[in-house]
């Protein structure tokens, strides 16, 4: 059992940057892929990007690449992302999930099959 504990949302203003931390319990944690989600209100959960258990593989939603970096600290039980330039768009709940795999769904970057998730930290950027 993993359990998962999202902090760092908060109000930022349009081309600002938050730092997301998601703390994991349990001593499995450095075999987990680990992954974040957003869903913004009224719209469905959507992947924005993963990292493989050891680091080596990160993937990124066309959305977001290039503006987010996920990242981890094994000796922590701590997987980060860093959101820069924000826009309105990204206003959302973000959740971390863990259990899942890293790669390709639909042909493109992706992360599935979590088997746990965080309650979520609120994101929203004023425009």
């Known amino acids: 059992q993993v359990q998962l504990v999202e902090s760092g949302g908060g109000l930022v203003q349009a081309g600002g940057s938050l730092r997301l931390s998601c703390a994991a319990s349990?001593?499995?944690?450095?075999?987990?892929?680990m992954g974040w989600f957003r869903q913004a209100p009224g719209q469905d959960r959507e992947f924005v990007a993963a990292v493989s258990a050891r680091g080596l593989v990160k993937n990124y939603a066309d959305s977001v690449r290039g503006r987010f970096a996920i990242s981890r600290d094994n000796a922590k039980n701590t997987v980060y992302l860093q959101m820069n330039s924000l826009n309105a768009e990204d206003t959302a709940v973000y959740y971390c999930a863990a259990g899942g795999r890293v790669g390709l769904r639909g042909g493109l970057p992706s992360y599935y099959g979590a088997d746990y998730w965080g309650k979520g930290t609120l994101v929203t950027v004023s425009s």
């Open positions: 349990g001593r499995t944690f450095t075999t987990y892929a």
